[in-house]
C-alpha cells in the first residue's frame, strides 16, 4: 500500500469528482473511462493506465480478476480480505494468467488459442521456473507486460513483429545476466545484420521470422540437429523439397549433419556468395576430390548464371532506353530470373544435371536478350551512316550559299567605288 498517493488520489477525487477523473484519464490515455468507484484506485494510483488501456481494460477485466481481493473496500487490510494474490510470484503469475488463456470457453469468443500454458511448461523458460523454481526465467508478464497489455497487431505491444527480438534480447543480449547459463549474448546484433532482420527492420516484411518464428513463442525450445531442415522448411519450402531429395538430408534425420546449419549459419542467415560455394563445402569434404568437383561444378553453374541474368538486366534497360516496346523482352527476362530463382532452391538437393538445364535456360534467354539489344545497337550506328551524305549536302550548300553571298557582296562593293 501507497498511504501518500492514496491520499493524494482522495484528495483528488473529493475535489473533482469521479466523473470528471475518469473522462480526464479516458481523454489521456485513449482508452475507456476510469471506473473511480473502484477501491484499488485509491491506493494504487500508479497503475491506473492498466485499468483505462490495453485489451484486458476494453473487455472488462478489472483488478480482482487477477489478483482477488474486495474492489469495494477503500482501506487496507479490508481490500485485501480474502483470496489475494499479489503478483510478486512469476510462477503464480503463469497460473493466473492461464486461469483464463487455457479456458476455451473464456477465449472462443475472441478465437484466441488455449495451449499457451501447456507449451509453456514444456518450454526451457517453463522448466526453469516451475520445475527447478529458477525465478529469472521469464513468465508471461515479462514477455506480455503487466497491467497494460496491447494485442500483438498494435505496434505499442512488446509481442508486436518488430518489437519481439527487442523484447528477447533485454535477456538474451544481458551478457551478465546469461553468463550463469552459458549463452551467447551476440543473438540479436547477427539477428539485425541478416536476411531475416533486413526484410523485418528496414523492409518491414511482418512474414519474417523473428526469435518466435523458429523457437516458438510459448515453447521458447531452439530446434534440435534433426528439426533445423524442418523449421526452416516451414517457410522455405520449395527449397526444403529440394533439400530432402539430397544426400544432406539424409545424413540430417540421423543427426550427422545440422541441415540447413551445416552451410548457413542460425541467426546470422546469411546467402553463401556464388563465389564462396566450393569453400563452405570443403569445410566438410576437404579431402574428397570428387565431392570437391561437385562443389566447384555448382558454383560454376551458379556462377554464369548469375552473370548471365545481369546481362539480360542491362539488355532490357538498354531496349527501354532506345524508346523499344519493351514488354515481350521484360517477360523473357521475368522467365529467366524465374529459372534463375530455381537454381538457388535446385542447389540444396545438389542435382547437378538439373541445375545445368536450368544455367542453359537462362543463359539462352541472355543471349536472345543481348542479341536484341546488340541489333538495335547496330541499326542506330547505321541510321547515323546513313544521315553522313546528308549532312554533307547539308553542309556543302549552306557554304556554297555563303561564298556565292561573299561574292555577289564583293562585286556590290567594287561597283560602289
Not at 21 to 32: D, H, P, Y
Not at 253 to 268: E, M
Request: proline share 5%.
Amino acid at each position: 500500500m501507497k498511504p501518500l498517493s492514496g491520499w493524494v488520489m482522495f484528495l483528488v477525487l473529493s475535489v473533482t469528482g469521479p466523473a470528471s477523473l475518469g473522462a480526464q484519464a479516458a481523454s489521456r490515455g485513449g482508452g475507456v473511462p476510469l471506473d473511480t468507484s473502484y477501491g484499488c484506485i485509491v491506493c494504487h494510483a500508479d497503475h491506473r493506465e492498466g485499468m483505462i488501456l490495453g485489451v484486458h481494460a476494453e473487455h472488462g477485466v478489472r483488478c480482482v480478476d487477477c489478483h482477488g481481493g474486495d474492489a469495494s473496500a477503500r482501506a487496507l487490510p479490508a481490500g485485501h480480505r480474502g483470496r489475494f494474490i499479489t503478483g510478486r510470484d512469476k510462477a503464480s503469475t503463469a497460473q493466473v494468467c492461464g486461469s483464463c488463456h487455457a479456458d476455451p470457453n473464456r477465449m472462443r469468443q475472441f478465437g484466441l488459442p488455449t495451449g499457451e500454458l501447456a507449451e509453456y511448461r514444456t518450454s526451457r523458460h517453463g522448466q526453469l521456473l516451475l520445475t527447478q523454481g529458477d525465478a529469472n526465467a521469464p513468465t508471461c508478464t515479462d514477455c506480455h507486460g503487466t497491467h497494460v497489455i496491447y494485442p500483438p497487431d498494435d505496434a505499442r505491444s512488446k509481442v508486436y513483429p518488430s518489437n519481439i527480438p527487442g523484447t528477447c534480447a533485454h535477456c538474451h543480449a544481458n551478457q551478465q545476466f546469461m553468463a550463469r547459463y552459458k549463452i551467447p549474448t551476440n543473438q540479436f546484433e547477427r539477428y539485425r545484420s541478416s536476411a531475416h532482420g533486413i526484410a523485418l527492420f528496414q523492409k518491414q516484411n511482418f512474414a519474417a521470422p523473428t526469435c518466435v518464428g523458429c523457437h516458438g513463442a510459448h515453447s521458447a525450445l531452439p530446434p534440435t540437429v534433426t528439426e533445423v531442415a524442418s523449421v526452416c522448411g516451414r517457410c522455405h519450402q520449395l527449397v526444403g523439397q529440394a533439400f530432402a531429395l539430397g544426400p544432406h538430408a539424409r545424413a540430417a534425420v540421423t543427426g550427422k549433419f545440422p541441415g540447413c546449419l551445416g552451410c548457413h549459419s542460425n541467426h546470422g542467415t546469411e546467402r553463401v556468395p556464388a563465389d564462396q560455394i566450393v569453400t563452405v563445402c570443403d569445410k566438410c569434404h576437404p579431402a574428397d576430390a570428387r565431392l570437391h568437383q561437385v562443389g566447384l561444378d555448382i558454383q560454376k553453374v551458379v556462377i554464369g548464371a548469375t552473370s548471365d541474368l545481369n546481362d539480360a538486366r542491362r539488355a532490357v534497360g538498354e531496349l527501354t532506353l532506345a524508346g523499344q516496346r519493351a514488354g515481350d523482352y521484360r517477360f523473357r527476362y521475368e522467365s529467366a530470373l524465374t529459372y534463375y530463382q530455381q537454381i538457388a532452391q535446385a542447389q540444396h538437393s545438389l542435382d547437378l544435371p538439373r541445375l545445368e538445364d536450368l544455367g542453359l535456360r537462362v543463359r539462352s534467354i541472355s543471349v536472345e536478350l543481348s542479341s536484341a539489344a546488340e541489333a538495335l545497337s547496330e541499326r542506330r550506328w547505321e541510321h547515323k551512316l546513313l544521315l553522313l551524305p546528308i549532312w554533307f549536302l547539308a553542309l556543302s550548300a549552306v557554304a556554297l550559299a555563303w561564298l556565292t553571298w561573299r561574292s555577289i557582296r564583293g562585286a556590290e562593293e567594287g561597283r560602289e567605288r
